[in-house]
């Protein structure tokens, strides 16, 4: 495909440059940013600032302002020119010279102290564009010498160079290009590449440099054009491979650049442009007399001996619709990309968005998904424009069309995939997938509702797992067009959610309600009726709550009750009244003894109403059971352990009640011996559990039970009372007894007997009775005894020898003297002394004998010492 890439552009004319001097020759040039420098054959440096202007029909030209000239002062022709605009120098090459020149004087750089800015006997050199040095003050350079086989690389800075590393090679270079490590070398019979760190080389093909000009340029990281013999541009990467097809260029060629992606080479008459991407020649200019090119930073710049030209890309956009035309999608991509140093910045991201949204639609249609996806990702398309395109699924209430011009030329989805149903399948799961990408990105700005809509669409369509997800978290889904939708696949729990979301708590409720009473079958959701229960129990609105509470109850009171049980604590959520909530609950028994249990066990409400009720249901239970025919003695003894848990825990209850309830049950003696305890009616609890149960483990629990939050005098004289009735009952069965309460008596003495008086037990024992029963107690009882008896002597030493220490404290402060005078006053009345006896305090404060009779029922602890004249007596 032939096209007109380029167009040259004079920017120095002949006379601009040379004025009346006719015999003045441009030999090398450097472009940085708009600065232009050319070297000159009468060792000139010429600077000039280039403007670009555009005319009213968008033709380009460049205008050129001469801000200055320097002469060098070697009478050789400048070889080279490099900038090194970090340091603000320019490199310069001439008479096998190297040498630094500030860019904007063109001064020469003198030679820094200690170091050199100067390197002789050099051929040629290039600055490495791909620094392996992080300091930005600092340019690598290498260096061709013309006396030895040797590279050189050296470290340019403002005003000297410093020799790093040298290798050699085995001919003579006379060309050559740097890229990191790898230099790419012209010797003098073949190319090769060199790594010039490790030493490591490779070598790529002969070429004679005396038969032609050698040419090595960097054109892209660790890559590089080289000319070939038989007028080929070879391409070559760091490892000496080369990856792109070369391109037929002329055998005269004298220089080449790289404007991607094209590729530029100048011969004696022309200049030929051929692509990278298919190796075509593209365009032909006629050009004599040329013997420089370059490129500087995507700009080709040419030069004759006398002019200079610029070779600008003309607009790409009818190459691109022309590429895009025949689906290659990824050459009008990198065409697009090529040119974004050409195109104004806002025009390029408008051209460049719409070629990728084009770019994505072609490769929608031949079904490549991801690199659409990635298109229309880069290139921030309406994702309606996607959605558009399959039937129904753009909400009715849209106010979207198409952009014009169309970005496609699919009329909809089915026109896309001509009936085959795999197609429109696979492109149902793309947009699918690309949606739920993009729903929270700024791509579904400002058409969230449209994005959302179809995505349930399409969720109910293909049953897919994510519909939940969707409808439970934010969304902008529109009821009126979701609605049948959803009821057309039978997505009714989906359903539910969009009206919940959409503040329809009432119509959520009736549609799921529905499907647990089977009147809609949608198995979506497992435990649909457990969900509902949570879904009261977490709404704010009371009266759903009072409407369909009773439903979940009549399905099932054990988990119904748990909307009033399992309610969280939350500001934004309206407490229940307790008792609205008891008398609701009133024709739901079971669920009344459950809401009652967490009012009282797990919230810990501290009122008797709620304590009796809870007592009386669970004794209601009780009874009921105990009446049923068979009896599942199982249930009975589970229903009854909770009962006594209660009576034991339980502070509040009205016992009088419960007993009034118990007086004529002879089944349930436990729970009324646990209600007279709760009356401290010990003796009748006891005689119940020793007499009429004869359950004497149970006994002696209620004991503990009973003295639990009491003291240890407390807790003897329930087990004394224990023992008596042992005791006593023991009398009364003397004659026909078999010893039970004798061994129960003795049992309880030997397992408590620390609890126990053991004198007052002794004389409560019956006299027959035989040591060896109680020779487990009577030992415990002495080792008790004993023990208190050790105790004490420690206490009473203890106490000795703290007063030992308080006496040897006393003397001490007794054997110090005590100063008083009639000028000093007495610390409790404040009167001066005048009698010899006064009465020490603590401290050493001296005060009146008959100030501290006065005080001695306060009880001070006082010292007394005689009065003694001192020298401060006047």
Not at 64 to 82: D, I, M, R, S, W
Not at 728 to 753: C, F, P, T, W
Not at 761 to 784: C, D, H, I, Y
Request: proline share 4%; aromatic share 8%.
């Amino acid at each position: 495909m032939s096209v007109k890439a380029f167009e040259l552009v004079p920017a120095v004319e002949r006379d601009l440059l040379m004025g009346d001097k006719a015999r003045i020759n441009i030999e090398c040039i450097e472009c940085c940013g708009k600065h232009l420098y050319l070297g000159t054959n009468d060792c000139f440096i010429h600077h000039f600032l280039l403007d670009e202007v555009t005319s009213s029909k968008g033709k380009l030209s460049y205008s050129a302002q001469k801000l200055l000239h320097k002469y060098l002062g070697l009478k050789k022709p400048v070889a080279e020119l490099h900038a090194a605009s970090a340091l603000e120098r320019l490199i310069v090459l001439c008479d096998a010279i190297v040498f630094l020149v500030d860019m904007v004087t063109l001064e020469t750089v003198p030679s820094a102290a200690g170091g050199g800015a100067k390197i002789r006997g050099v051929t040629a050199f290039c600055i490495n564009e791909n620094p392996v040095n992080g300091d930005p003050f600092c340019v690598e350079m290498c260096v061709l010498s013309s006396k030895r086989r040797t590279v050189q690389i050296y470290m340019v800075y403002e005003d000297r160079v410093q020799l790093v590393k040298e290798v050699n090679t085995p001919e003579q270079p006379c060309a050559v290009s740097l890229d990191g490590y790898f230099l790419c070398l012209a010797l003098a019979t073949q190319y090769m590449i060199l790594n010039y760190n490790t030493g490591a080389s490779q070598d790529l093909f002969p070429y004679s440099s005396e038969e032609r000009r050698p040419i090595v340029k960097r054109i892209g990281r660790e890559e590089f054009l080289l000319a070939a013999p038989g007028g080929l541009g070879m391409f070559a990467n760091a490892e000496g491979v080369s990856q792109r097809a070369p391109v037929n260029w002329s055998e005269s060629i004298i220089g080449a650049a790289v404007c991607f992606p094209y590729v530029v080479a100048l011969d004696d008459s022309f200049i030929t442009i051929h692509s990278m991407l298919d190796q075509q020649l593209k365009q032909t200019l006629s050009f004599r007399d040329g013997h420089i090119l370059q490129d500087f930073e995507g700009k080709v710049i040419l030069a004759s001996s006398k002019a200079v030209y610029v070779l600008v890309p003309l607009p790409l956009e009818r190459q691109i619709q022309d590429l895009l035309a025949s689906h290659r999608v990824e050459e009008a991509l990198i065409l697009t990309e090529g040119a974004q140093r050409n195109i104004p910045k806002d025009k390029f991201q408008i051209l460049h968005k719409r070629i990728l949204q084009q770019a994505g639609f072609i490769q929608f249609g031949q079904l490549q998904f991801l690199e659409a996806k990635e298109h229309f990702r880069k290139g921030q398309l309406d994702v309606r424009e996607l959605i558009s395109l399959y039937p129904l699924l753009l909400p009715a209430s849209s106010s979207f069309t198409r952009c014009h011009p169309p970005l496609h030329e699919f009329a909809d989805l089915n026109h896309l995939a001509q009936g085959d149903q795999e197609k429109v399948l696979r492109c149902k799961r793309f947009l699918i997938s690309y949606l739920g990408e993009v729903r929270s990105t700024e791509v579904a700005n400002g058409c969230r509702e449209d994005v959302d809509t179809a995505l349930l669409k399409l969720y109910a369509e293909q049953d897919h797992e994510s519909l939940l997800d969707l409808l439970a978290s934010d969304n902008s889904c529109l009821l009126a067009d979701s609605v049948p939708w959803l009821e057309k696949y039978h997505k009714y729990f989906a359903l539910g959610l969009l009206y919940h979301y959409n503040g329809q708590d009432s119509a959520a409720l009736q549609m799921w309600i529905r499907v647990v009473d089977g009147e809609l079958q949608d198995s979506t959701r497992s435990g649909l009726y457990e969900y509902i229960v949570d879904f009261l129990c977490s709404s704010s609105d009371l009266d759903i709550i009072w409407k369909y509470a009773d439903w979940a109850l009549r399905k099932n009171p054990t988990t119904g009750v748990h909307i009033f049980t399992k309610r969280p604590n939350s500001k934004h959520l309206s407490e229940l009244n307790p008792d609205d909530v008891i008398t609701y609950l009133e024709k739901h028994n079971q669920a009344l003894l459950l809401y009652l249990e967490h009012l009282v066990l797990e919230r810990k409400t501290q009122k008797e109403k709620f304590h009796t009720h809870l007592a009386v249901l669970h004794l209601e239970k009780v009874l009921c059971l105990m009446s049923e025919s068979p009896k599942d003695e199982e249930q009975i003894t589970r229903a009854r352990e909770r009962l006594q848990a209660l009576l034991r825990e339980s502070h509040l209850y009205n016992v009088q009640v419960l007993l009034g309830k118990l007086e004529n049950c002879e089944q349930l003696l436990l729970e009324r011996a646990t209600l007279h305890g709760k009356l401290d009616e010990h003796d009748k609890a006891l005689h119940i559990l020793v007499h009429k149960l004869r359950d004497f483990p149970s006994a002696e629990a209620f004991c503990i039970w009973a003295s639990s939050s009491r003291d240890s005098a407390y807790r003897q004289q329930l087990f004394h009372l224990l023992l008596e009735v042992y005791l006593k009952g023991n009398q009364k069965e003397a004659g026909g007894s078999n010893g039970d309460l004798e061994m129960a008596a003795v049992d309880l003495l030997n397992r408590h007997g620390e609890v126990f008086d053991a004198v007052q037990v002794l004389r409560m024992l019956p006299e027959g009775w035989s040591l060896q029963l109680l020779r487990p107690f009577l030992g415990r009882a002495v080792r008790a005894s004993m023990h208190a008896c050790h105790t004490s002597q420690i206490a009473l030493g203890l106490s000795y020898s703290e007063n030992l220490q308080l006496l040897h404290d006393r003397l001490k402060e007794r054997k110090k003297p005590i100063f008083v005078s009639t000028k000093k006053g007495c610390h409790l009345c404040h009167n001066t002394f005048s009698e010899p006896d006064v009465v020490c305090l603590p401290g050493g404060v001296p005060v009146h004998k008959h100030c501290v009779a006065q005080r001695r029922a306060g009880g001070v602890s006082l010292t007394f010492s005689s009065w003694r004249p001192s020298p401060e007596r006047s």
